[in-house]
């Protein structure tokens, strides 16, 4: 860990500015003018440091101005593969959507078609405790009215964010008729939302839905990791269809309780990271092993400061079969897990193809880039503190790495993982998750030889309305808690 925090240090050393000479103080700047100077140089260094493919746009770094709006900035240099590094005004919010603590309804869904001009919600599951479940909003709920208001089909994004992301209380208006009123809180929307055992046929067969790989879900996944072990279970299946990522640590100490024992006590190569060419060399001169290994002891700081210590010793379930539920949403950490479980174990996917999200990526404050490179910002003739003062609450989300297996195999490059066997989720199906008749599971359980799932047909079942393009509740992430 020391080592992690030195290579930062180091790294910093490489300050660049984007299309400009020493700072100087001109009266006439307007405010918004100081505020893109700042973010700019920031998005800049960072993406000048870290970005996987730094010299495929090399020329657009050259001519990167920081007189430039940066977001749309960050977004138009983007290379044609990265379609998940941004730039953000709202930091909090954005890190809140991957730590799992933030302020919400505590709902996921789908946005679908409805009519020919319109949108609507389709409920994909609640939290625990959250103002949804205390609602009574249910998997399959349909909602068509927010606010009283139609969702039209040519600004949903912006409407839907506004209503269910960016406010303090809001109705809704469902299908049925119904009206249900909530008022959002801070909360932790806890991942792991149900662990079961299903007896087919004599034999143990354990299920798991997890929604985010969050730091604080150790505890849970241990717990029923542990359970899974005392049944006996020598089959999982992992219900993965609404994780779209989280953080890399997380799907580690996940994999350390899923792989062989002899596997993790060897401490054996987990997964490899493929940098650009200047950070590769920079890690090999510093002597810096940047590949992941198999452990049981976790010790670490994240980057809001919470200390955690603990070990998943004792909660290696000693499965030899996964079974991994997987949709469209399902995608970065969620993949990266399932990759690298592929050479040690046998995995079967049901459900559609992921969404293929291959690489990882930092979250980076940008007050902190001014703290951290205060002596070199002077030195250059720029004020560290306003610097601080400018971006607040700004960050960027960049694509630092390409994650591959211990053989140097990404498998979910460039399309996704393609299921073994093709299922439809259709969260209308009137079965709530963990009940053996709802679409996906009863699929699924079929494969494992559950009595009453056996006569039901592996072929895709259609949902009552088709999702449209971008239609998950979060995006997908790879984000790594500390930089190597």
Known sequence: MKLKIGILTLLLLGLCFAGCDKRS???????????????????????????????EIEEELNTWLTSEEPIGKVKSIRYKDDGWTMLTDDFATFYGNVSGHRKT??????????????????VTCTYADSPAQKAGLKRGDVI??????????????????????NSDRVTLGLETGASVQLESKEMYENPVLLSKVFDCAGKKVGYLVYTNFTLDSYKDLIDACIQFKKAGIRELILDLRYNNGGFNLAEQFFASMLVPEAEVQAKSLLSMEIYNDELTQTYKEAGIDTNTYLETEYIFTSSDGKKYDFSTAGANVGVDRIYAIVSTGTASASEALLCELLPYLDV?????????????????QAPEYFKSAAKQLKEKGVDPDEGQRYTDNWGIYVMTSRFADKNGETRCMPDGLTPDYAVADNPQDGFALGD?????????????GYPSAAPRSLTPSAPKVAPILLGYERPGFGVYLQHP
């Not at 700047?29 to 730094?54: G, M």
């Not at 709902?107 to 001009?117: E, N, P, Q």
């Not at 927010?146 to 089909?153: H, K, M, R, V, Y």
Request: include cysteine.
């Open 348 to 364: 079967t996917l049901v459900g559609a193809k992921t969404h293929g999200k291959f690489c990882s990526g930092l979250i980076l």
């Open 436 to 448: 053996p008749q709802e679409t996906m599971l009863a699929r699924t359980l079929a494969l494992c």
């Open 105 to 122: 309804y505590g709902f996921d869904y789908l946005l679908s078609r409805y009519g020919s001009d319109r949108v609507s919600i389709l």
């Open 25 to 55: 103080t001109r009266p006439e700047e307007t405010e918004q003018q100081k505020t893109w100077f700042y973010v700019n140089t920031f998005a800049f260094n960072r993406i000048n440091q870290y970005y996987l493919w730094k010299s």
């Open 144 to 165: 068509t009215l927010l606010d009283g208001n139609p969702i039209p089909l040519n600004d949903y994004a912006t409407v839907v964010n506004q209503a269910l992301r």
